[in-house]
């Protein structure tokens, strides 16, 4: 079955650090991949997404590329703040299906 | 500024009680979904409906969870009888849905944070 794997957290960057994700996945056929970002007691909210091979997702500073040879789309930002702490879920969405597969999710810590 | 609703944010209730969570997806949205979130097991896909039917709850447990859509406006997730185990966070989703089968962006309520007791 489709299923999404992340890097295990907590990840704790000092602000502006630059900051990396890993997520990789596993899908029949052609996915679309989504990053979503979770504040603390608060739902998620979908910070970016790609839909097809080698398209690059980016919003807020943060970038994700769809790379269909390696199975990945990590999430990547330049220089983080304070105010990126939060949790971070990979997940997918395979053809013909409406619910989404989501990573286990990566805390991420910015300290000033 | 259109947003998933859920209502009641929080509840603690003793064992054995009923529970009712209720979801108000966004106007036009015809696919909804009821999530639950641990740390044990992450977030969980309990149910989705399209159109107000139900096209998947293998995700809940039958005996005692049951998901209706009584209106468009209006989806609702019941626990009865409540156990411990239950205690997660719940959220509803709601997006819409292709006739491709397309992915389509998921709009997340804030969750209803249950605690059985």
């Known amino acids: 079955g489709d299923s999404v794997t992340q890097m295990e957290g907590p990840v704790t960057l000092s602000e502006e650090a630059f900051l990396t994700i890993n997520c990789t996945y596993t899908?029949?056929?052609?996915?679309?991949l989504f990053w979503y970002v979770q504040y603390p007691g608060e739902g998620l909210q979908l910070l970016l997404k790609a839909t097809k091979a080698d398209d690059k997702g980016s919003n807020k500073g943060f970038e994700a590329t769809y790379r269909k040879e390696t199975t990945s789309f990590h999430l990547e930002k330049g220089s983080v703040q304070v105010s990126d702490s939060a949790v971070y879920f990979c997940?997918?969405?395979?053809?013909?299906?409406?619910?989404?597969?989501f990573g286990s999710g990566t805390r991420l810590q910015v300290q000033p | 500024d259109a947003r998933v609703t859920q209502t009641p944010r929080h509840k603690v209730t003793e064992m054995g009680q009923e529970v009712t969570m209720r979801c108000q997806p966004i106007l036009g949205h015809n696919t909804v979904f009821w999530y639950r979130q641990t740390m044990m097991q992450g977030l969980e896909l309990l149910a989705y409906?399209?159109?107000?039917?139900?096209?998947?709850d293998s995700g809940m447990p039958k005996d005692r969870f049951s998901a209706e859509m009584p209106d468009a406006t209006l989806a609702t997730l019941k626990i009865q009888p409540s156990e411990p185990r239950d205690s997660a966070v719940y959220f509803c989703?709601?997006?819409?849905?292709?006739?491709?089968?397309?992915?389509?962006?998921?709009?997340f309520g804030p969750g209803t944070r249950l605690t059985v007791l």
């Open positions: 997940a997918l969405s395979a053809a013909g299906r409406r619910a989404l597969t």
């Open positions: 409906f399209r159109n107000r039917a139900p096209l998947d």
């Open positions: 989703a709601s997006g819409e849905g292709t006739v491709d089968g397309g992915a389509r962006e998921q709009f």
């Open positions: 899908a029949t056929g052609y996915p679309s």
